[in-house]
């Protein structure tokens, strides 16, 4: 079991989900009580996209062990993408419990109180947050960055893309080009068209205003790539 685990955790790390998913499955099989095998099967389902199967990989892991902070928080990432948001948001306060000090944690559970309508606990979520980790809406964007245009298919996933991005717009509450830039890619990638037109129109428009020349040059490009109904692909941000 260890030699499985071990090669499907290393699969992971390195973006190839689809063969860790098989070597976690022979994991699982060998030894289902063990809680961070059924984790990390959950996780490599996440980044597949198969979300279901992942979020009863993820209970199970933690009826095994109610201990795991970064399980908890990654069920509450399968429900989100599933737009389960209070469900999400019990998953992220329950890692929250575990880890209060988690910057993580709590801009993602600030995430799905905006969209359940709690505008003033999502704001202080995002507040605690960045004083937690000031830096983050810049790791994140380029995580947000890299999930929508990197060239391997298998690190790419648009939906989590857009809500990376998304969180950098709620949490800073700033419109600047290079934020509206990502989360147009974002947009494109997870076949949000539209939005990514609009999206990337408004990122010119403040590129143009700025006058960031290579800026304004580079989202015209993408720009005409969504017009098209293409998404934009590049190794590096």
Not at 24 to 39: D, G, W
Not at 218 to 223: A, H, K, P, Y
């Amino acid at each position: 079991m260890p030699a499985h685990s071990n090669l499907a955790n290393a699969l992971l790390l390195t973006g190839q989900p689809d063969e860790a998913v098989l070597h976690y499955r022979e994991a699982v099989r060998l030894n289902p009580s063990n809680p961070r095998v059924h984790a990390g099967l959950g996780s490599a389902l996440l980044r597949q996209g198969m979300l279901a199967e992942a979020v009863i990989h993820f209970q199970d892991a933690l009826r095994l062990d109610p201990s795991l902070d970064d399980t908890y928080r990654d069920l509450g990432l399968a429900l989100q993408l599933q737009e389960d948001w209070p469900q999400a948001a019990d998953g992220f306060r329950h890692a929250l419990d575990l880890r209060p000090e988690n910057s993580e944690y709590h801009r993602s559970l600030a995430y799905c109180l905006e969209h359940m309508g709690q505008t003033e606990s999502a704001r202080a979520e995002y507040q605690e947050s960045l004083r937690l980790d000031p830096a983050w809406p810049q790791t994140v964007l380029r995580e947000a960055w890299e999930l929508a245009t990197h060239t391997d298919t298998q690190r790419r996933n648009g939906r989590l893309a857009v809500q990376r991005a998304e969180q950098v717009l709620q949490g800073t509450g700033q419109r600047d080009p290079h934020t509206l830039d990502t989360l147009a890619a974002a947009c494109a990638e997870a076949g949000q068209f539209t939005v990514a037109v609009a999206t990337a129109r408004e990122a010119l428009a403040q590129a143009v205003a700025g006058s960031q020349t290579n800026l304004v040059k580079e989202i015209e490009q993408r720009l005409a790539l969504y017009q098209k109904v293409q998404p934009f692909h590049a190794a590096s941000p």
